[in-house]
């Protein structure tokens, strides 16, 4: 339809089309839907299976497998100004300790000392 033929166009001749045109978007929203519903579960499926690695999918289709559960480290630095906080050398460095190197102090000044277990 050109665009000469909308802008001639009684309103309520352009109040049912507008209708009729968001009737049909929602019935093939609908259809998408339930074709993508069944390639998911397809997918589920085949991950079952042991055909699919969930490590291929992407975040939100591997949504039903959990996290991997990492063990407890145990703390290798510590804040001496305040010796509660503590950090294990994972994950984003501390504030505190990001602060102090920026000082210049060395990381092994923060050091904790662990009891040697094999010695006992």
Known sequence: MRRTDLVSMQFN?????????????????????????????????????????ASELSPALAGSTSRRKYPRVLPKYRNPLSPSETW?????????LANALK??????????????????
């Open 13 to 53: 001749e352009l109040w049912r089309l507008h209708e009729e045109i968001t009737k049909e978007l929602a019935e093939r929203i609908v259809a998408e839907k339930r074709e993508l519903e069944k390639r998911l579960a397809q997918l589920n499926r085949s991950d079952l299976a042991g055909k699919v690695d």
């Open 103 to 120: 000082k210049g102090r060395k990381i092994d000044d923060f050091r904790i000392v662990h009891a040697d277990k094999s010695s006992e």
């Open 88 to 96: 294990s050398g994972r994950g984003k460095t501390p504030h505190w």
